[in-house]
């Protein structure tokens, strides 16, 4: 019997049978640990016995032992975990314990009721935590959460990055043009937000591919998924003034349908950009080619007035219609498609106060402009997306695009010594269809191919036709209107290829390559009632062809905390201009390095640099001007210009969302450098444009804080929001000076919220903008604006809500000093127990007298009026079925 | 003369510090937990509960959500008005333990009379089961006992190395999150939680009366409720269908006869 079990303990079989595990837990200086926790389990992690320690740090663990070998874990509060396998006999087992190195912070975790949770790259915000009732749209309820931001066109950004899309339920509603759910999607659908960093585009490449992509998904509230729902809002007001909106959306079973449709004449813009640029919106099988199509030659711009949103003194009247629906066809097909239709007409008054400094005398123009811009847009995309296995995916897309846009200026303008009229046209179009062909596969051990094919074909005629005497020196013949037509055709073929994968120490790796060729014609030239205008710097003839091939290869490894990334891409590229007979031939290596160190859970700091080099495209190929505005030209660079910048960025970001605290902070240094450049004079009718190399440097500090937790004592909710940026810029032509400046700029919000039980809420808050420029170390003047805000909240019961908010704005420069006042009042209705909400709205309530803006750009001055409206919304409708 | 009296106290001052404060734990927590009861006279009881631990004590306090609420309600479904007043006593149901010394002391209530109970603790028999849950950001196990008449489901911690949990639950290998009875009668869920390193002392509660063991503590009980019956008084009693009884409910599950 003994010879048989010294038999077994030598060959290290053990009979199972009651064992004791006993020891000592200690730490590191000896000193016995009391209140520890012993747990012994088995492989799968069940537990099988525990104990605890007593004042001598000393344990006892018994158990019946099935099977050979277990896990002994230490546990004490403050200390390092230990944990060892052993055999399963009885024995003594030894623990002496490190103290944890960082403090064990004081820290509050709640149950389900955690506004934020985080869980690695998915931050999940509960939307009721956040809004107070006041919201209309998601867009209302984006801006009130900390990390998120919203600019004043509706662009989303979180922690600093833009979002590539919004997706609702998981789904892709309108492909990147996440506004249209941003602003027309009611807010009180919403129960949580999610902001996913890092997604990569498709769940097939999800741990393969590298992406710094965050996406946003709504989730709605339960009663909202299961059937269809919608809103519905109609206003009317005085002066004619009209408000309707309405959407409907299915996410049942394999139909998920959404429906949009907007109108008003209240100045609000449903969606802010008008132009659809087919390099924006390639949506893609995978990380679609980069593209760089050039923008329109002419754009209309609307007024812009810091510190007051466009929607105080916009007359517009527009509609928008927009459905999108993905269909689950089978298994293993889907059908995605979307439309949308947008018109609108858009009116502004302005008059102009021009001061132009001349050898010590001033010179003052005075003009009244109006502004009438008649925007059109028709978007329509189909997708169809195949998986023939679970493996792969198919992707055909097809995309058609229309936007037409009309603008029409009257500028009447006097000096002490003469006036003139000037009156300007401006129509562009832009036609476009793109089609898309794209495969993935996802082999074994996390490795994957991805191969694109697209082809995409844009038309735009522009045309601008400008009637004023003021001409006459630059075009002796011209009699009448002059007119710049520009005709504008591109053709682009590509390829892409790349294989990706991710190795077991999730290091990852990707190599690219692409091709692509791209067949672009420019024709412009300038006509007047005597004919076509003979000088040749008006006129442009292009037709070039541009072949372009790249190999890039790419890795990410981390390493504990840090993170590596290390990529590099090798360009060629081919051009060929027959009118101007320009040839060339590049190639240039791009690289690109970046580390990442993660401090701990919530400080990251980040270091990147990138190296980019370029080619022209026609634009800026083109040898003469080409008429913009009334009032200025662009030239091109007339050679094969190769700009080349390298960039380097540090920043550091801290988010602590606990307390709902993030910091971000940014220094990024840019140089970029062309080999030649060509130079226009500036005289004082026309305002020079042209591309110059310009090195720059650029300090941002971004610091947003919710103080709640600090003054929840007193029931007060507060935000704080400070900006601060340096922009010092310099340019140098062939290594000449041309200018040296400087833009410094602070601005800081703060807003504080009262949250008492009772009826009665107060908000008052406090914004300061200033900034200035100068140059040559003169200052060209400051820009200082004032806002103190002010607001009442009544409540006198749950169907009755009343907020009435006045807005001061006071503005400030070097020249000219502006004031408006503005009040707002909005009283809501909403009966129990029914799905109607009555609304009564006011805004602009005392109009503001006559006031004049002022605008620093470059060497001119400029003052603006205009006139603000009053208006009443009606009634709103919610329903469900 | 005067320095040397001041030192002298100062010194005693610190000594006293430094004594009491060794013997008492200082607090390394704070969780808020939802009880429940299904009460026969209440079915939807609800109690704010406070765990204040530390490596080898406890301390479990509970009160009515309702104990504070003061003025009238009217429900509009039944009609029924029901008032509110502040309750008077600061009594509240606490219960404290010490795994170490392997003690338990708590306020039971016969009515509205409290009892100071002080036993021997009694560690529940736990079993491990499968089972795994997260629970606030905590990567919670399952593990299942029977306590006093009662199965109970709790979903513990090992991230938080202590014996505590709500109530009378402790003994697992790491906090105790949630727990609920197998007949859903009680159930105690988890609201939040504070981690406080280097809190206040966790002490035992002072004995202001005489304590009782547990089994005189039930005798006591169970010889009130059947003078009462006898006598047919309506104090602390209520009405269901004509019938008086009284609310013997108690998460102890004592019995009452």
């Keep these: 019997m003994c010879f048989l079990a010294f038999l077994s303990e030598v060959s290290g079989q053990h009979v199972p049978g009651k064992v004791t595990i006993q020891g000592k837990v200690v730490a590191t200086s000896s000193q016995p640990l009391a209140g520890g926790m012993l747990i012994l389990s088995k492989a799968d992690s069940s537990i099988v016995s525990y104990a605890s320690t007593d004042e001598k740090g000393e344990y006892i663990l018994e158990l019946e032992a099935d099977t050979s070998h277990y896990l002994l874990t230490a546990n004490n509060l403050g200390y390092i975990s230990q944990s060892r396998w052993v055999t399963a006999q009885s024995q003594t087992q030894q623990f002496q314990l490190e103290t944890e190195p960082t403090q064990l912070r004081q820290v509050t975790v709640k149950g389900d009721l955690l506004p934020i949770r985080v869980n690695e790259d998915t931050t999940s915000f509960s939307v009721q935590k956040f809004a107070d009732g006041t919201e209309r749209v998601v867009e209302d309820i984006l801006k009130k959460l900390p990390g998120v931001r919203v600019d004043d066109n509706g662009g989303i950004s979180f922690k600093g990055k833009p979002i590539d899309k919004i997706l609702l339920e998981g789904d892709e509603f309108f492909a990147k043009n996440y506004k249209m759910l941003s602003k027309n999607l009611s807010a009180n659908m919403l129960d949580k937000v999610e902001a996913i960093e890092n997604t990569a585009s498709t769940p097939l490449l999800k741990g393969i591919e590298r992406s710094d992509k965050t996406v946003l998904n709504l989730k709605l509230r339960e009663d909202r998924r299961k059937t269809l729902f919608g809103t519905v809002d109609l206003a009317a007001g005085v002066t004619r003034r009209y408000e309707g909106r309405a959407n409907l959306f299915s996410l049942v079973d394999r139909l998920k349908l959404g429906i949009i449709g907007s109108a008003n004449n209240t100045g609000r813009n449903p969606v802010p950009e008008l132009r659809y640029d087919l390099s924006n919106d390639l949506s893609d099988a995978s990380d679609g080619p980069d593209q760089h199509a050039s923008p329109p030659l002419l754009r209309a711009q609307p007024i812009a007035v810091p510190g007051i949103p466009a929607e105080r003194f916009n007359q517009n009247r527009v509609w928008l219609g927009a459905a999108n629906m993905n269909l689950t066809l089978t298994s293993k097909l889907k059908l995605k498609a979307f439309t949308y239709q947008l018109g609108d007409r858009q009116t502004q008054r302005i008059s102009n106060q021009y001061e132009y400094l001349l050898e010590g005398n001033s010179l003052i123009v005075r003009d009244t402009q109006r502004l009438e811009i008649r925007p059109s847009l028709r978007v329509s995309q189909v997708t169809l997306e195949y998986n023939p296995s679970e493996t792969s995916l198919l992707k055909w897309q097809g995309n058609l695009q229309q936007q037409q846009d009309a603008s029409f200026y009257q500028i009447a303008s006097h000096t002490p010594d003469f006036s003139e009229r000037l009156q300007q046209q401006m129509s562009t179009r832009q036609r476009g269809i793109q089609q898309q062909l794209g495969f993935i596969h996802r082999f074994p051990r996390n490795r994957a191919l991805t191969l694109d094919a697209y082809y995409q074909h844009q038309n735009r005629p522009q045309q601008l036709t400008v009637a004023s005497g003021r001409f006459a020196s630059l075009f002796p013949a011209a009699k009448g209107d002059v007119t710049q037509q520009i005709i504008n055709e591109v053709q682009t073929y590509g390829v892409q290829s790349r294989w990706m994968g991710a190795l077991p120490g999730k290091q990852r790796y990707a190599l690219l390559a692409t091709g692509s060729y791209v067949s672009e014609g420019l024709a412009s030239k300038l006509r007047s009632e005597a004919g076509s205008l003979a000088d040749s710097s008006y006129r442009n003839n292009l037709s070039y062809e541009k072949w372009q091939g790249s190999l890039e290869a790419n890795t990410a490894i981390p390493l504990g905390r840090i993170d590596l990334y290390a990529g590099a891409s090798l360009n060629w590229v081919q051009i060929q201009e027959k009118s101007l007979c320009l040839r060339g031939k590049f190639v240039f290596l791009n690289p690109t390095l970046g580390v990442t160190y993660r401090i701990n859970q919530d400080n990251k700091l980040r270091a990147y640099y990138r190296r980019n080099q370029t080619q022209p495209n026609a634009v800026d190929l083109s040898k003469g001007y080409v008429l913009t505005t009334y009032r200025s030209f662009q030239r091109g660079y007339a050679g094969l210009n190769r700009p080349q910048s390298d960039g380097f960025t540090l920043s550091y970001s801290n988010s602590d969302w606990l307390r709902q605290f993030s910091l971000h902070t940014e220094i990024t240094y840019l140089s970029e450098k062309s080999p030649y450049v060509s130079q226009v004079g500036v005289n004082d009718q026309f305002t020079f444009m042209g591309q110059l190399p310009s090195p720059f440097r650029n300090d941002g500090y971004e610091l947003a804080s919710d103080l709640s937790k600090y003054l929840s004592a007193l029931e007060v909710n507060s935000t704080l929001q400070l900006n601060a940026g340096w922009n010092s810029y310099q340019s140098a032509l062939n290594s000449a000076l041309i200018s040296k400046g400087a833009i410094r700029s602070l601005s800081g919000k703060l807003t504080l919220r009262t949250a008492f039980d009772g009826m009665v809420n107060f908000e008052a808050g406090y914004e300061d903008h200033w900034s200035d420029i100068r140059e040559s170390g003169l200052s060209l003047g400051y820009n200082r604006l004032r806002k103190p805000i002010a607001g009442i909240k009544v409540t006198p019961s749950k169907s009755w809500y009343l907020i009435t908010t006045s807005e001061w704005t006071d503005l400030k420069n070097t020249t000219s000093h502006n004031q408006f006042y503005f009040l707002d009042a909005l009283i809501r209705f909403t009966p129990a127990g029914k799905r109607v909400m009555y609304e009564l709205s006011a805004k602009n309530l005392l109009g503001s007298p006559t006031a004049t803006y002022s605008q620093l750009s470059n060497f001119l001055i400029s003052q603006s009026t205009y006139q603000l409206v009053p208006r009443y919304i009606l009634a709103r409708v919610d329903f469900s079925f | ?257």
């Design chain 2, 1 to 257: 003369m005067n320095f040397k009296r001041f030192v002298r106290l100062d010194f005693f001052i610190c000594f006293i510090l430094l004594t009491t404060h060794s013997n008492a734990q200082s607090q390394l927590g704070v969780v808020n937990y939802l009880q429940l009861e299904k009460q026969p006279s209440d079915p939807n009881y609800k109690g704010h509960g406070v765990l204040r631990f530390s490596k080898t004590n406890s301390v479990y306090t509970e009160k009515s959500v309702l104990a504070d609420k003061e003025g009238s309600e009217t429900s509009a479904e039944t009609n029924e008005t029901r008032v509110y007043s502040k309750s008077s006593t600061s009594n509240v149901d606490y219960t404290y333990t010490n795994f170490a010394a392997q003690q338990i002391l708590s306020n039971e209530r016969i009515l509205s009379k409290y009892f100071f109970v002080k036993d021997t603790l009694s560690k529940p028999n736990w079993k491990m089961v499968p089972g795994k849950r997260k629970i606030g950001t905590y990567e919670c196990l399952k593990a299942v006992t029977t306590f006093r008449s009662r199965t109970y489901t709790a979903w513990f911690t090992p991230a938080i190395p202590v014996s505590a949990g709500p109530w009378k639950l402790w003994g697992l290998p790491g906090l105790i999150l949630e727990a609920t009875s197998s007949d859903e009668v009680v159930r105690f869920l988890f609201q939040s939680i504070q981690l406080t390193p280097n809190g206040p002392p966790l002490q035992a509660p002072k004995e202001h009366k005489k304590p009782v063991t547990l089994a005189q503590f039930v005798t006591f009980r169970k010889e009130k409720f059947n003078r009462l019956k006898k006598a047919g008084t309506a104090t602390g009693s209520f009405s269901t269908n004509g019938v008086t009884t009284w609310n013997t409910f108690s998460v102890e599950n004592f019995p009452n006869e």
